[in-house]
């Protein structure tokens, strides 16, 4: 699913009406439509209702959405703010359609369950109740300042409120893309946004969650030429496009065909990082996995990882020297190794003389951190899977998640690199520059050791001879639904990353369709 900027939205929409063809006025009705079936499926007649209206288009969806609840017997109270006295003509059209409505409503069977009050100067709040649903259409993804004045305030008031909120589209004062400059305290806090046929790139950025609050996509079947012609970077993964890049495994393949994986992994006092990551690995279906880890670590790991080959490294503590790649299909570097001097060294000479494709996690990104102008040095199109403060370490600090994506995107294509901002909607930015937000996952993966399950999960696709981008994307994919399987069993509270190594079978099942 592509994510369009705001004006790109606005072209398909044009597009749509011009060769549908479908008049702009129906096309509101459409989505207003469908944002009015889920307030109906979700919210009982009896459920008082408030809708604030701007004057532009996302006012007219409200006006169109108060006519709908109307004819199904909700009480709506509908506040039209048409301060400069110039409706859009859509909004204006449904402004008419709304009093006809209460017209014919009023004069057939006496009742008003529809009042609409238009504001063009003052405005006096009505009092926002508890048990009250309001419905933002103020502003949609045409606005492109911050709020300010009435409007301001009026958000504000709802903001304030005790009730739930519901916006159309966008919450009103967030823009679709960059915030950097707008006025947060100026921005609809919604408990629910239903959009309208594309996710908005803001929705992904966890600075925006207290605006957004739960979104779900509407479809209402734009045309779009997108589908080949209009250009973005910005995508959200489905699960039909992951179950494609699925591998189906030969009749005849045996483990030599399934790809060798090397994980160098585990210091001292860290053998739970080597065992998480070589664990995942074998789950992830690789046919044999070498671990590179010191003397310590080598009683624990044989003991938790039997099926894993041990390449026990001359320091008995940490990793401390490199060694010859040529036999292995794909590596990962950088669970639990810490960050010794004998370490740093050793990693800079092991990522600059592998020649296989190679995973970059943890320790390795920290170590990466502090000697900047190595990164010169990572093999191309090597995947990093940093967590925020790693990604810090490589971008320094950002004002917000746009900034922090936009660097990224500029350090990937720069380097030919492959980086993972992990997170809620994991972000996999590639060396062209694209990024594709992951939708599994749940904050009970919020946990130590889930990244080094990750780590694991990568390499093995890696070392079976998945793509790069398909690994990363893949094994993204996997590892988040392990995790929705496990709390749905366990519940995120007490999930810990072991449980996603237990479900990662599980997840594989579930991408097959068993």
């Known amino acids: 699913m592509k994510i369009l900027s705001a004006a790109q939205l606005k072209a398909v929409d044009a597009y749509t009406i011009e060769h549908e063809p479908v008049s702009s006025t129906n096309l509101m009705e459409r989505a207003s439509r469908a944002v009015a079936d889920k307030i109906r499926a979700r919210w009982a007649v009896n459920v008082p209702v408030k809708i604030f209206a701007g004057p532009g288009n996302n006012g007219g969806d409200a006006l169109a959405i108060a006519r709908m609840l109307g004819e199904s017997q909700y009480h709506v109270n509908v506040y039209l703010f048409n301060t400069s006295e110039e409706l859009s003509p859509d909004c204006q059209i449904n402004k008419q359609r709304l009093i006809d409505f209460l017209t014919v409503k009023n004069s057939t069977i006496g009742t008003k369950s529809v009042e609409l009050v238009e504001i063009t100067s003052q405005f006096t709040p009505p009092k926002l109740e508890k048990d009250d649903l309001v419905i933002d259409g103020l502003f949609g993804t045409g606005l492109s300042r911050p709020l300010n004045g009435g409007y301001a305030s009026v958000v504000k008031y709802i903001n304030a409120s005790p009730a739930t909120v519901v916006s159309i589209d966008v919450p009103s004062g967030l823009m679709c893309e960059d915030n950097t400059y707008n006025v947060m305290n100026h921005i609809i806090k919604a408990d629910v946004t239903y959009t309208i046929q594309y996710p908005k790139l803001a929705f992904f950025f966890p600075e925006n969650e207290q605006y957004v609050g739960q979104w779900e996509v509407l479809d209402i079947g734009i045309s779009d030429p997108c589908n080949e012609e209009t ?45 998480l990551s070589a664990k995942a690995c074998m789950r992830g279906g690789v046919g044999k996995l070498t671990v590179r880890t010191p003397e310590c670590n080598v009683p624990i790991l044989q003991t938790t990882v039997p099926e894993a080959v041990l390449n026990v490294d001359v320091d008995p503590n940490c990793f401390s020297q490199s060694f010859d790649t040529t036999d292995y299909d794909a590596m990962a570097i950088g669970p639990g190794i810490g960050t010794s001097s004998y370490t740093v060294q050793a990693f800079i000479e092991q990522v600059s003389l592998s020649k296989c494709p190679a995973v970059i996690d943890a320790d390795a990104l920290n170590i990466l951190g502090s000697h900047r102008g190595w990164i010169s040095q990572m093999p191309r199109r090597s995947i990093l899977t940093p967590h925020k403060k790693e990604l810090f370490g490589l971008i320094s600090t950002t004002r917000n998640s746009y900034e922090e994506l936009e660097r990224t995107r500029e350090l990937a294509v720069r380097q030919h690199i492959y980086i993972l901002i992990k997170g809620a909607y994991s972000a996999i930015v590639t060396p062209e520059g694209n990024v594709f937000f992951n939708n599994t996952g749940n904050p009970g993966m919020a946990t130590a050791g889930a990244g080094d399950v990750l780590t694991g999960l990568v390499l093995a696709l890696l070392a079976q001879s998945y793509v790069p981008e398909a690994a990363l994307r893949l094994g993204v994919y996997l590892h988040g639904l392990a995790g929705d399987l496990a709390a749905e069993d366990l519940c995120c509270e007490s999930l810990i990353a072991s449980d996603l190594v237990d479900y990662i079978p599980k997840a594989f099942r579930a991408l097959h369709g068993e």
Do not use: C, D
Not at 249 to 274: E, N, P, Q, V, Y
């Open 231 to 275: 250009q973005t970077p910005y995508f959200l993964t489905e699960q039909n496009e992951i179950r494609a890049m699925l591998k189906t495994r030969s009749k005849f393949a045996h483990k030599g065909s399934m790809g060798h994986a090397l994980l160098i992994a585990g210091k001292k006092g860290m053998a739970g990082a080597a065992v």
